[in-house]
């Protein structure tokens, strides 16, 4: 009797956000296309906004569109000013910085920005 090998365990890479001082994971990386978003469900009911940019940098922020209420900015287009990632929000087309949350067309507005990493 011949018995098959064992095939090598694979490890799944993940995409983890900081949320109340620990890790949480929110998708598998593969989940992700580069220079798109995707929204993730918080613990609290609130949702993030995930993006992997074209560079490979993952990216995290709140998903509401602070000028309008509605949970859109996964859906908005990623670019660069002054070399710093933004995601422009598909409905207004305001800027947000995916590293500060800033609002780039008004200095008042901002929106959370959130650790992000990769884990196993």
Same mark, same amino acid.
């Given at each position: 009797?011949? &018995? ?6 694979? &490890?799944? /890479?993940t995409? =983890?956000? +900081? ?16 220079? $798109?978003?995707?929204a ?9 906004? /995930? ?6 940098? #993952?990216?995290?922020? +709140?998903? &509401? +569109?602070?000028?309008? %209420? ?11 000013? =002054?070399g710093?990632?933004? /995601?422009?929000?598909?409905? #207004?087309?305001q $800027?947000? +910085?995916?590293?500060?949350? $800033?609002? #780039?067309?008004?200095? %008042? /507005? ?11």
């Amino acid at each position: 009797m011949t &018995t098959a090998p064992i095939a090598p365990e694979k &490890t799944t /890479v993940t995409v =983890q956000l +900081d949320f109340e001082e620990a890790w949480l994971t929110v998708c598998e990386l593969a989940r992700l296309t580069p220079g $798109r978003g995707v929204a993730a469900l918080l613990p609290d009911g609130r949702q993030a906004a /995930v993006f992997l940019d074209r560079s490979g940098r #993952l990216h995290a922020i +709140d998903n &509401t +569109d602070p000028f309008t %209420g509605a949970a859109v900015l996964s859906r908005g287009l990623l670019g660069s000013a =002054q070399g710093r990632p933004f /995601v422009a929000s598909p409905l #207004l087309k305001q $800027r947000f +910085d995916l590293e500060t949350g $800033r609002c #780039l067309d008004d200095d %008042g /507005v901002a929106v959370r920005a959130y650790a992000v990493r990769t884990g196993a």
